[in-house]
């Protein structure tokens, strides 16, 4: 079945170190979404990539798309406090069979920050 | 401010009893998503439908869950019956389609003793 590999798990990193996760998927994806979940909160859309070896910025963040539309990263520049959360990455299938579509969530990172 | 409702926030139930979980998506959306989330599996997609039509409901345990859309303001997902492996947090989310942003409810917190 379809699946999106992220990594690493964890991370825990001092307040202004930077700090970046990514996700993988073996097959080509149509495009890639990435989410924040706060602790015990809901997961919050933060941005979509389409194109093929995309880079997109969101202030202190930045998202990049592979050239293959098989894998993503999140970066984000001096880490706040305000950071911490789990940053989750969600590939979009397009099935051929079918013509349907899925959204897969990668299992997440969980950022902490310490001050 | 639109936003996706889902009730009830918590629920403790006992084994064998059916479990009703219910969602109000965004006005105007016309994708509905059931996702469950545990650490152990993260977020899994259960169920979506679309324009109130189920199109994907690979990852839900036929035998004992029921994902339906009686009307566009109403999604349920029903779990009868209940076990305790079905403890976990049952998000409910809408959109424009499977490619666009996703809103997300607050969850339901389920724990079957």
């Known amino acids: 079945g379809q699946q999106v590999m992220q990594i690493p798990q964890y991370q825990h990193v001092q307040e202004g170190e930077d700090f970046t996760t990514y996700c993988n998927s073996s097959?080509?994806?149509?495009?890639i979404q990435w989410y924040k979940q706060r602790p015990g909160g809901h997961p919050v859309f933060l941005i979509q990539?389409?194109?093929?070896?995309e880079v997109k910025k969101q202030k202190r963040l930045t998202f990049q798309f592979g050239e293959a539309k098989k894998n993503s990263s999140l970066h984000i520049t001096a880490t706040q406090t305000t950071d911490v959360g789990t940053y989750f990455c969600?590939?979009?299938?397009?099935?051929?069979?079918?013509?349907?579509?899925?959204?897969?969530f990668g299992k997440g990172t969980k950022l902490t920050v310490n001050p | 401010d639109a936003r996706v409702t889902q009730t009830p926030r918590h629920k403790v139930t006992e084994m064998g009893q059916e479990v009703t979980m219910r969602c109000q998506p965004i006005?105007?959306?016309?994708?509905v998503f059931w996702y469950r989330q545990t650490m152990m599996q993260g977020l899994e997609l259960l169920a979506y439908?679309?324009?109130?039509?189920?199109?994907?409901d690979s990852g839900m345990p036929k035998d004992r869950f029921s994902a339906e859309m009686p009307d566009a303001t109403l999604a349920t997902l029903k779990i009868q019956p209940s076990e305790p492996r079905d403890s976990a947090v049952y998000f409910c989310?809408?959109?424009?389609?499977?490619?666009?942003?996703?809103?997300f409810g607050q969850g339901t917190r389920l724990t079957v003793v």
């Open positions: 989310a809408s959109g424009f389609g499977v490619s666009t942003e996703a809103f």
């Open positions: 097959t080509t994806l149509s495009n």
């Open positions: 990539l389409v194109k093929s070896g």
């Open positions: 969600a590939g979009d299938f397009y099935l051929t069979q079918g013509g349907s579509e899925k959204l897969v």
């Open positions: 006005l105007g959306h016309n994708t």
């Open positions: 439908f679309r324009n109130r039509a189920p199109l994907d």
